[in-house]
């Protein structure tokens, strides 16, 4: 079992994970595209399907938002935290896929071991998961700055509390992108455990809930950086 290793290479002398790179710029680039053709000619009455897809979509993503950040102010993140909660599933799910088929085919991608690739997800990237925390974190800097300027930087005087605030800085984005990495290589692993046991009918009940847990996982990841938003404009203010 070679879950959880990547199809390394080389790009501008640096090694990196290539499987990583196609399937991130691809989860992207599809979002992109999708999200440009769905949003063409938008109705206010007799909305048909594709519309009440994003619709719901939008619901949600403003009910996260708008939950945990100021209102006047939630709306601003909608995109960031819309695109990571779809970035994220799409990356969760893009694991489960059949790619163990692939070994049939003589041109079928091979690992530095000489084992075949069987497939994993963006997800089950460190590098992915950590890069997603740290714009998450980014992002609750920022806010704080732009809300509670020279006040809330003094919030990380590390002569006082300030070291708390410090520690915090590490914490979350390490907890984010862990629990991220680990649930996603774990539910590879159960998948490909199980389709080596038994048979097809098991199998299809552990990709279900897998799927499910995708979205489990894309969504404790998007409603943890709206919190920390939320903090930071809490912190902010009361500091101001």
Same mark, same amino acid.
């Given at each position: ?5 990547h199809i390394? $290479?080389?790009?501008?002398? /640096?090694?990196?994970?290539?499987d990583t790179? #196609?399937?991130?710029w691809?989860?992207?680039g599809?979002?992109l +595209?999708s ?5 063409? &000619?938008?109705? #206010?009455?007799g909305?048909g399907?594709? /519309?009440t897809?994003?619709?719901? +979509?939008?619901?949600l993503?403003d009910?996260?938002?708008?939950? /945990? =950040?100021?209102? &006047?102010?939630s ?10 909660? +779809?970035?994220?599933?799409?990356a969760?799910?893009m694991?489960l896929m059949?790619?163990k088929v $692939? ?17 994993? !997800?963006?997800a089950?990237?460190?590098?992915v998961t950590a890069? %997603?925390?740290? =714009? !998450?974190?980014?992002?609750?800097? $920022? ?5 509670g300027g020279f ?6 005087n590390?002569f006082?509390?300030g070291? %708390?605030?410090w520690l915090?800085l @590490? ?6 992108? *862990?629990?991220? @990495?680990?649930?996603?290589?774990a539910?590879?692993?159960? #998948? ?6 038994v048979a097809? @009918? ?6 279900? @809930?897998? *799927?499910?847990?995708g979205v489990? /996982?894309?969504l404790?990841f998007?409603l943890?950086?709206t #919190?920390?938003?939320g903090?930071?404009?809490a912190?902010a203010?009361?500091?101001?």
């Amino acid at each position: 079992m070679s879950l959880g290793v990547h199809i390394t $290479g080389e790009v501008l002398g /640096q090694k990196v994970h290539l499987d990583t790179l #196609v399937y991130s710029w691809g989860i992207m680039g599809a979002l992109l +595209i999708s999200t440009f053709l769905m949003t063409r &000619n938008l109705k #206010v009455e007799g909305s048909g399907p594709r /519309q009440t897809i994003l619709e719901t +979509i939008w619901g949600l993503i403003d009910g996260l938002t708008s939950a /945990q =950040i100021p209102a &006047n102010k939630s709306k601003n993140y909608i995109p960031l935290i819309g695109g990571m909660f +779809i970035f994220i599933l799409f990356a969760y799910w893009m694991g489960l896929m059949p790619w163990k088929v $692939g070994e049939a085919f003589s041109w079928w991608p091979a690992l530095d071991d000489g084992h075949a690739w069987e497939g994993s !997800s963006p997800a089950a990237d460190i590098n992915v998961t950590a890069g %997603i925390a740290l =714009i !998450s974190v980014l992002t609750y800097l $920022g806010t704080g700055i732009k809300v509670g300027g020279f006040k809330y930087i003094k919030m990380y005087n590390p002569f006082g509390l300030g070291i %708390i605030e410090w520690l915090d800085l @590490f914490v979350r984005p390490l907890t984010l992108s *862990l629990r991220l @990495f680990a649930n996603t290589l774990a539910g590879e692993i159960l #998948v490909t455990s199980i389709l080596g046991l038994v048979a097809l @009918f098991i199998p299809a009940f552990a990709v279900a @809930f897998e *799927l499910f847990v995708g979205v489990i /996982q894309a969504l404790v990841f998007s409603l943890l950086t709206t #919190v920390y938003i939320g903090t930071a404009y809490a912190h902010a203010e009361h500091e101001h």
